[in-house]
T-cell receptor, first 112, second 115 residues
Framework: SQQGEEDPQALSIQEGENATMNCSYK?????LQWYRQNSGRGLVHLIL?????REKHSGRLRVTLDTSKKSSSLLITASRAADTASYFC????????????FGSGTRLLVRP | DAGVIQSPRHEVTEMGQEVTLRCKPI?????LFWYRQTMMRGLELLIY????????DSGMPEDRFSAKMPNASFSTLKIQPSEPRDSAVYFC?????????????FGEGSRLTVL
């Protein structure tokens, strides 16, 4: 089964609104990463948060990590139409230091 | 740097034919990954190389799949014989991480259709 599961599966918002995506995972991790994928393209790394970190920011992105609940969230503030894409969380388990396991993704549509 | 380069971008073939997908990782990266993406199963790790050596091929579906990395700048994923259920997008990714994975850099993918 997949390590990371995103919620919601799909999200539609108006430009300018904030978008929040959640990720839950099952085992202890070294780090958790978020990736973005535009339709028909490869995945692009957005942000990495380590297991000893609780929050991280990068531009309009804010990621939180709660290891006690085995969950993470990605917040995109002031969304733009260009943010329309699929977003995936990926976890690196403690017992598998090279292996990133990807969740099923959240499809985000930002309406202009 | 040009990023991870994959070829072909699209491949349409008939069942039973041999398919070879190619990948050039980012120069200096010592880890290379092959992933497969389908609607039903999402992104699945097929095989991981470190310093050109296959470390984990437990994700390779069956013996019809094989992967090689003859040098630090080239890897192939071969399917022989191909079947319609192999239709998917195949991604190659590389990273400079050792131990902890760190950030993966993905290619644009090879979309395979097996008729």
């Amino acid at each position: 089964s997949q390590q990371g599961e995103e919620d919601p599966q799909a999200l539609s918002i108006q430009e300018g609104e904030n978008a929040t995506m959640n990720c839950s995972y099952k085992t202890s991790i070294n780090n958790l990463q978020w990736y973005r994928q535009n339709s028909g393209r490869g995945l692009v790394h957005l942000i990495l948060i380590r297991s000893n970190e609780r929050e991280k920011h990068s531009g309009r992105l804010r990621v939180t990590l709660d290891t006690s609940k085995k969950s993470s969230s990605l917040l995109i503030t002031a969304s733009r139409a260009a943010d329309t894409a699929s977003y995936f969380c990926a976890t690196e388990s403690l017992d598998s230091s090279y292996k990133l396991i990807f969740g099923s993704g959240t499809r985000l549509l930002v309406r202009p | 740097d040009a990023g991870v380069i994959q070829s072909p971008r699209h491949e349409v073939t008939e069942m039973g034919q041999e398919v070879t997908l190619r990948c050039k990782p980012i120069s200096g990266h010592n880890s290379l990954f092959w992933y497969r993406q389908t609607m039903m199963r999402g992104l699945e790790l097929l095989i991981y190389f470190n310093n050109n050596v296959p470390i984990d091929d437990s994700g390779m579906p069956e013996d019809r799949f094989s992967a090689k990395m003859p040098n630090a700048s080239f890897s192939t994923l071969k399917i022989q014989p191909s079947e319609p259920r192999d239709s998917a997008v195949y991604f190659c990714a590389s990273s400079s991480g050792q131990g902890n994975t760190g950030e993966l850099f993905f290619g644009e993918g090879s979309r395979l259709t097996v008729l």
